[in-house]
């Protein structure tokens, strides 16, 4: 290194203990020493710093590299997730901090104290109030070496470390929980957050059409399985008609914490929903489809955790199919048309693409399918569209109104159900269903199009024609539209 900084005067040695008086400079980039920057990394991020003045932070994506300095297992990562943040560390070892932020977090501090990459970052986070001054480029600057085997479990308990320091700052009583590690040795987390200590009433909307055998499972096992026990269920019996299901119904009505509500005009999901809320006395408002099976005792503590925290809005939980295979774990805006469900049809342990299968993290839509939101977050964005959304997108449309108003929705693997998916509705086959579906497209299209172009949560490097997270052929990513975002 003496010999570098001899050949250039732009190399410097010096000692963490030095850094806050040798660094001038109003920006600080950040790598590993093993590591490799692409050559147009700093361009970028002098970009970056040029289009969004603000920039407290900035992050890019990144691939691995192996000895022989092939790349590889390209990393595309979503726009500022806190929650994934938390659960992956996704943000990496390579980031550029302005330099105010690094002085006010006392990162020469911490690197004095051998802290590095993300477990810097949980410092840094923390003084940054506005999440538009944490700024993603999409692109792959850099190029990281995998951990030897060795250095995994003293990284592994450096960053567990920095976690729950972190969480004793921000969210006293929260725990950080070890749960397992990427191919390159970046371990992840759980972390339990501390339930209300005045245990709040939840109101759980079902609505059903007949259906009694989905209807008594869902109710039974909701009944059998749930630890939380400080809630009520409101079936909204839409017309049913089934002599089976009406003896049953009734037969609900006289237990003290489930009444059944009649409603006899047409199926208009998100008015079904909105006229239960009204007659809801819970402070949270679980929407929860007829067809859904509880199956782990512990799912609503879990969202109610998650749902309890400043800022959150939405919270989803990860739906299976009957076969043990994933229905829901997360929405992507756009994907497919208007929204679509990532990493359907794997097995319920499997990671997914960068753990987000099995890892809590924000999302623009979770499923309706079964959701928890505080009930004054439901009234202030005036519940689900019943005029324009009666039946499709109406959560889809939901989450992006919490969205919009700035409320950070959150999936979570740790509340796991089964989906009966639409075992009851049918198919949108008959010509007026599909000329309804096509105008609520269509709705959808005109009210978000940018949103469904641009989900904060999905990388532009990866397509909207499948779920898998494929590379998208040719790229979504334009730079002339980045740096107008940037400096919108």
């Known amino acids: 290194m003496d010999i570098l900084s001899i050949k250039d005067d732009r190399i410097k040695l010096i000692e963490p203990h030095d850094l806050n ?19 147009d990394a700093l361009s970028w991020m002098s970009c970056a710093i040029h289009c969004r003045p603000s920039a407290a932070i900035i992050y890019a994506d990144e691939d691995q590299i192996s000895d022989s300095n092939a790349r590889m297992n390209p990393d595309f990562k979503p726009d500022w997730s806190p929650d994934f943040f938390r659960s992956a560390g996704y943000i990496g070892p390579f980031a550029v901090l302005r330099k105010h932020v690094i002085l006010e977090a006392h990162l020469w501090d911490a690197i004095d104290r051998g802290l590095m990459g993300s477990q810097l970052i949980f410092h840094a986070v923390e003084e940054v109030l506005d999440a538009k001054c944490i700024v993603h480029v999409p692109q792959v600057l850099y190029h990281v070496r995998c951990l030897p085997q060795l250095q995994r479990l003293g990284a592994i308990q450096r960053a567990t470390s920095a976690l729950q320091a972190h969480l004793d700052r921000v969210f006293p009583g929260a725990l950080a929980q070890h749960h397992g590690e990427d191919f390159s040795g970046q371990p992840w987390f759980r972390v339990r957050y501390p339930m209300p200590a005045s245990m709040p009433l939840v109101s759980v909307i079902i609505p059903t059409r007949n259906a009694k055998s989905l209807v008594e499972q869902c109710i039974q096992s909701l009944v059998e399985k ?41 199926f208009n999901y998100s008015k079904l ?13 679980v929407l929860m489809n007829n067809d859904i099976e509880i199956i782990h005792d512990d799912w609503l503590d879990e969202m109610i955790s998650l749902g309890s925290r400043p800022g959150t809005g939405v919270v989803g939980a990860k739906l299976l199919y009957p076969d043990g295979r994933v229905q829901h774990a997360g929405v992507i805006a756009g994907l497919g048309g208007v929204a679509g469900h990532i990493h359907r049809y794997l097995e319920s342990d499997q990671a997914g693409y960068q753990g987000r299968a099995v890892l809590t993290h924000n999302l623009l839509v979770v499923t309706a399918a079964c959701l928890l939101v505080r009930r004054s977050i439901y009234e202030s964005v005036r519940g689900l569209n019943d005029v324009d959304l009666k039946v499709a997108f109406n959560d889809v449309d939901f989450c992006l109104r919490v969205h919009q108003a ?6 979570t693997p740790f509340a796991k159900l089964i989906h009966h998916e639409s075992a009851t509705r049918g198919l949108d086959d008959h010509p ?9 497209c269509d709705f959808m299209h005109k009210t978000y199009d940018d949103l469904l172009k641009n989900d904060p949560f999905y990388n532009k490097n990866c397509t909207l024609n499948d779920e898998s997270f494929h590379r998208s052929m040719p790229t979504r990513f334009s730079s002339v539209a980045f740096i107008d975002q940037l400096s919108a």
């Open 273 to 285: 929903n909105n006229d239960a809320v009204v007659k809801a006395r819970g402070y949270y408002i």
């Open 21 to 39: 008086c040798a660094v001038l400079n109003d920006y600080v980039g950040f790598t590993r020493q093993d590591d490799m920057l692409h050559p």
């Open 226 to 266: 749930t630890t939380y026990k400080n809630y009520e269920i409101i079936l909204v019996d839409n017309g049913s008609d089934d002599p089976e299901s009406l003896q049953y119904f009734e037969s609900l009505n006289g237990l003290p914490n489930i009444t059944v509500v009649r409603d006899d005009g047409e």
């Open 406 to 411: 700035g409320y950070m929705n959150v999936w």
């Open 432 to 440: 007026v269903k599909k000329a309804r579906f096509l105008r609520e």
